[in-house]
């Protein structure tokens, strides 16, 4: 679990991915590695895991709800 002073180092987006994945109940956070890993396998060496247990890409997906205008063909996302 992350402490509240390596939260805040964090840039504010990952800081919402960090608050998400304790507010689910994960037993880990992200890392942000101090030099570029061009490779997975940069990443793991960085880390000192396999190279399995890095995540190369991670999609997020936003509920989205229709906007309250009748007629309104945009849709907006939802709010948290």
């Known amino acids: 679990?992350?402490?509240?002073?390596?939260?805040k180092s964090l840039p504010e987006s990952v800081q919402r991915v960090a608050v998400a994945l304790q507010a689910a109940g994960h037993p880990h956070g992200p890392v942000m590695l101090d030099d570029a890993a061009r490779t997975a396998q940069q990443a793991a060496d960085a880390l000192g895991v396999g190279v399995g247990q890095i995540a190369?890409?991670?999609?997020?997906?936003?509920?989205?709800?229709?906007?309250?205008?009748?007629?309104?063909?945009?849709?907006r996302p939802a709010r948290g």
Do not use: Q, T
């Open 1 to 7: 679990m992350m402490c509240g002073s390596e939260l």
């Open 56 to 75: 190369k890409s991670i999609i997020f997906r936003r509920k989205v709800r229709r906007c309250g205008r009748a007629g309104h063909h945009l849709r």
